[in-house]
């Protein structure tokens, strides 16, 4: 019977963990969808301004194995983000020289700019959605 009373209460707090992800996950993309992002947009742009990926960068480029190490998203659906972001003119990829399989990526200064804008955004929705618990 302790097991089970143990067991269950792991699953409650796993639930109650998804659901202030996804109460967070959704404010986020409230907030920032005037401003043509989506929160996993957000986090890209965010990792790349923060320099939080930069075990391998160089100045302000950063390999997508890097950036794919902090998002919660697939590689191939980072690639499309990525695609997408690129598309918009937020960021730029190259090859690396030394490895032909690696791609780097770097914020544009229009990705600085809208990340700048979007931050306080971010951060606001995730004050208030953390907060809640």
Avoid: Y
């Amino acid at each position: 019977m302790a097991a089970n009373t143990a067991g269950a209460r792991l699953e409650d707090e796993w639930r109650d963990i998804l659901s202030v992800h996804a109460r967070t996950m959704c404010e986020i993309d409230r907030v920032l969808h005037p401003h043509g992002l989506g929160a996993s947009d957000f986090e890209v742009l965010d990792i790349l301004a923060s320099g939080l990926a930069t075990a391998t960068a160089v100045g302000d480029q950063c390999r997508v194995q890097n950036i794919a190490e902090k998002v919660h998203l697939s590689q191939s659906a980072l690639s499309r983000l990525i695609g997408r972001l690129e598309k918009d003119g937020l960021v730029e990829r190259s090859v690396c020289a030394e490895d032909r399989r690696g791609v780097w990526v770097a914020l544009t200064d229009k990705g600085r700019a809208l990340h700048a804008e979007a931050l306080p955004l971010q951060r606001d929705a995730l004050a208030r959605t953390l907060r809640q618990g």
